[in-house]
T-cell receptor, first 115, second 114 residues
Framework: GDSVTQMEGPVTLSEEAFLTINCTYT??????LFWYVQYPGEGLQLLLK?????DKGSNKGFEATYRKETTSFHLEKGSVQVSDSAVYFC??????????????FGQGTRLTINP | DSGVTQTPKHLITATGQRVTLRCSPR?????VYWYQQSLDQGLQFLIQ???????AKGNILERFSAQQFPDLHSELNLSSLELGDSALYFC?????????????FGNGTRLTVT
């Protein structure tokens, strides 16, 4: 079945450092790819998405490019802030068939940014 | 604020009991999804409803059931509870138009089984 593998955390960086969180996937067909972020005590929030190969999703300084040849969707940010501390989830969704949509998540990567 | 409302926020109950978790989707969303988040299993998809009908099923135990009502709110029923059912249960909603739609998550219900 479809699956997502994320780099294991926790990840700890200093403010203004460069961030990469690796994500690779296994899926049949052409899934859509997402990054979600979960702040303490809250639900998941959509951070960015890409729906086809070579698409780049971006939001709040974060970017990820859908790489079909390497089945990857790595999350990057050039200069992290303390407020970026959260858990980040990579996810995929196969094309919708007869109204059925299942979002499959990676295990999550906890990111801590120190001032 | 995602617009998805889940109640209650916290629930503490004993083994063998039954509980009901409630979810109101974001205005305009017809599809509701339930997820279980635990430390060892991560985020597991349980079930999806679209406009009152079940559309996709994941790793949902037979002791668990769900439904979506005509006003589009959804309930997740958990029965014969076990210690291992302690987790954060999330509801999400989506538009589900022609293609894949992002999901909008509620803040979850934290279930503790003692």
């Amino acid at each position: 079945g479809d699956s997502v593998t994320q780099m294991e955390g926790p990840v700890t960086l200093s403010e203004e450092a460069f961030l990469t969180i690796n994500c690779t996937y296994t899926a049949t067909g052409y899934p859509s790819l997402f990054w979600y972020v979960q702040y303490p005590g809250e639900g998941l929030q959509l951070l960015l998405k890409a729906t086809k190969a070579d698409d780049k999703g971006s939001n709040k300084g974060f970017e990820a490019t859908y790489r079909k040849e390497t089945t990857s969707f790595h999350l990057e940010k050039g200069s992290v802030q303390v407020s970026d501390s959260a858990v980040y989830f990579c996810a995929l969704s196969a094309p919708v068939i007869q109204g059925a949509q299942k979002l499959v998540f990676g295990q999550g990567t906890r990111l801590t940014i120190n001032p | 604020d995602s617009g998805v409302t889940q109640t209650p926020k916290h629930l503490i109950t004993a083994t063998g009991q039954r509980v009901t978790l409630r979810c109101s989707p974001r205005s305009g969303d017809l599809s509701v999804y339930w997820y279980q988040q635990s430390l060892d299993q991560g985020l597991q998809f349980l079930i999806q409803y679209y406009n009152g009908e079940e559309r996709a099923k994941g790793n949902i135990l037979e002791r668990f059931s769900a439904q979506q009502f005509p006003d589009l709110h959804s309930e997740l029923n958990l029965s014969s509870l076990e210690l291992g059912d302690s987790a954060l249960y999330f509801c999400a909603s989506g538009l589900l138009g022609q293609g894949v739609s992002p999901l909008h998550f509620g803040n979850g219900t934290r279930l503790t089984v003692t």
